[in-house]
């Protein structure tokens, strides 16, 4: 669908652009913080007693406040495509559902990569584990965006085959499941 900028704005609403602006841009302060405070001395000394540093700490911390923001947005993001597409309610609800997902798949991944430093000493010799761990929380995410993509597939290809051949003009080598 094509969408001219009055259309997206009331489509869309003034609060929820100010919401997802200030959560973009409060992700940008937060990683220019973070930068900031790797150039602060001893940010790499070891927390006492630990064999994790500070600059790890503050990182992990940084990492759960970006993956509670990521799970937090994942629907409001299913909302936008929502709101957004025009088309056959199975194909939107499935790509939506799909925006979703991949929202929280990012979530896992960030989390995997942020919490790396606090865990790799804990796990010292284990880190499969650690990857195990992970592994398991994405792979079922993983398999709902592969459903997800599958259910839509024909809906698609139909709504695909309506836009450039035209409503109602079916191939009559194909029964009603757009199969031989």
Same mark, same amino acid.
Request: overall charge negative; hydrophobic content about 55%; aromatic content about 6%.
């Given at each position: 669908?094509?969408?001219? *900028?009055? %259309?997206?704005? &009331?489509?869309? $609403?003034?609060?929820?652009?100010?919401?997802?602006? &200030?959560?973009?841009?409060?992700?940008?302060?937060?990683?220019? #913080?973070?930068?900031?405070?790797? /150039? =602060?001395?001893?940010? !790499?000394?070891?927390?006492?007693?630990?064999? +994790?540093?500070?600059?790890?700490?503050?990182?992990?911390?940084?990492?759960? +406040? +970006?993956?509670?923001?990521?799970?937090?947005?994942?629907?409001?993001?299913?909302?936008? #495509?929502? =709101?957004? /597409?025009?088309?056959? &309610?199975?194909?939107?609800?499935?790509? @939506?559902?799909?925006?979703?997902?991949?929202?929280? /798949? +990012?979530?896992?991944?960030?989390?995997?990569?942020?919490?790396?430093?606090? *865990?790799?000493?804990?796990?010292?010799?284990?880190?499969?584990?650690? !990857? $195990?761990?992970? /592994?398991?929380?994405?792979?079922?995410?993983?398999?709902?965006?592969?459903?997800?993509?599958?259910?839509?597939? !024909?809906?698609? @290809?139909?709504?695909? @085959?309506?836009?450039?051949? $035209? !409503?109602?003009? &079916?191939?009559?080598? %194909?029964?009603?499941?757009?199969?031989?």
């Amino acid at each position: 669908m094509n969408l001219d *900028s009055t %259309t997206l704005r &009331k489509a869309i $609403g003034r609060n929820e652009v100010r919401s997802a602006s &200030k959560l973009l841009l409060s992700a940008v302060a937060l990683v220019f #913080v973070l930068y900031l405070a790797t /150039l =602060l001395p001893g940010i !790499d000394r070891l927390v006492p007693q630990t064999p +994790v540093t500070f600059a790890a700490v503050v990182t992990a911390i940084a990492t759960v +406040v +970006v993956v509670g923001l990521l799970v937090y947005t994942a629907p409001k993001f299913a909302s936008v #495509v929502r =709101l957004v /597409l025009d088309g056959p &309610k199975d194909v939107v609800e499935n790509l @939506a559902s799909v925006v979703h997902w991949l929202v929280v /798949l +990012v979530a896992v991944i960030v989390a995997h990569s942020g919490l790396t430093g606090i *865990s790799a000493p804990v796990f010292d010799g284990f880190e499969w584990l650690y !990857d $195990g761990i992970f /592994l398991l929380l994405a792979l079922p995410v993983l398999a709902v965006i592969a459903a997800r993509l599958y259910a839509g597939l !024909d809906p698609s @290809a139909d709504l695909i @085959a309506d836009a450039i051949v $035209g !409503d109602g003009e &079916k191939d009559p080598n %194909t029964e009603g499941d757009g199969t031989r």
